[in-house]
């Protein structure tokens, strides 16, 4: 892509931006890659590393609940120092100017709250909780580490990381606002994702099938790409701060 393409597409988005009233952001992986955080594909990509069905998979808890923990436990330790970069902060700074606006974010590393977004739906859960496998009590926990295994105050059940694994259901009540706010935006930016993983990767889609203008930020092109009305190449702490 062009530097001057680039810049088109940027003026194209600041421009729809400028008159929208509502906005809808879908974040990934990606838009938190320059704060540090790894990435699930790709170069460095931690899927890359470890096996997904060894570790982010029901089926793994019920195997090797210490295994899991583990895991995430040192994703809780990496995580820990990691703050905010410019893609985040701007989002923040956007939700103040638009009277509806929305965040879906695949990401459970808690930045964009950092940042002072305020309407965030996670739809993959958020690492710094922890959830009951009996009783389903949820708690933030934010020590690091948690010590191993860690039970239920109220019950005395095995907790568990409070995201979502392969082949669970995403919290309905989550996902019914997450296709409400996307049916009914008139903008769309879609950031940081790889777009492999469903029900995520479909909303942008479904957002432009509704007539919203679909922007897509991410250094490498998707399945996607080519199907929105706009995607541009670049880091997102680099793009996202020039498009309002
Ligand atoms: C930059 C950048 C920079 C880098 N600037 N960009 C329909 C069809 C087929 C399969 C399914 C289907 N429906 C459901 C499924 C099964 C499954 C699925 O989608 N599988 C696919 C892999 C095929 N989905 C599920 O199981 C979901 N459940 C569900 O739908 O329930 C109903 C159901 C169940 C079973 C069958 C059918 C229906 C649950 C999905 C849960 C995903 N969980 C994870 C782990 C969370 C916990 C943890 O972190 O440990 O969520 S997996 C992982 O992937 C994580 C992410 O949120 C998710 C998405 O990844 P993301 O964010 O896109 O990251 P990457 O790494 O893939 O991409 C990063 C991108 O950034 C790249 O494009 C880079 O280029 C870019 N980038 N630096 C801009 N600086
Ligand atoms: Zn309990």
Request: with cysteine; charged share 20%.
């Amino acid at each position: 892509m062009s530097q001057h393409s680039v810049e088109k597409s940027i003026c194209t988005v600041r421009d729809a931006l400028a008159e929208a009233k509502s906005v809808v952001v879908l974040s990934g992986a990606g838009i938190s890659a320059e704060s540090g955080v790894p990435t699930f594909r790709g170069q460095g990509g931690l899927w890359r590393q470890y096996r997904a069905t060894d570790l982010a998979t029901p089926e793994a808890f019920a195997r090797d609940p210490k295994l899991v923990w583990e895991f995430y436990n040192w994703r809780r330790e990496l995580l820990e120092p990691l703050r905010p970069n410019a893609a985040h902060l701007s989002l923040a700074k956007l939700e103040n100017r638009l009277s509806s606006f929305v965040l879906i974010t695949q990401n459970i590393d808690g930045l964009h709250q950092m940042a002072g977004s305020r309407n965030v739906l996670e739809l993959h859960g958020n690492i710094w909780k922890v959830r009951c496998t009996a009783c389903g009590r949820l708690t933030e926990d934010r020590r690091v580490p948690l010590p191993l295994l860690p039970t239920c105050e109220d019950c005395g059940a095995l907790l568990r990381p409070h995201v979502v694994w392969f082949g669970e259901t995403l919290d309905p009540g989550i996902l019914d606002r997450a296709y409400e706010e996307v049916l009914r935006c008139e903008v769309m930016l879609v950031i940081g994702t790889s777009g492999t993983v469903q029900p995520a990767a479909s909303m942008g889609m479904l957002a432009g099938r509704n007539g919203a203008l679909v922007v897509e930020i991410n250094l490498e092109p998707t399945p996607y790409s080519d199907i929105y009305s706009v995607s541009i190449a670049g880091k997102a702490g680099e793009i996202v701060p020039q498009l309002f």
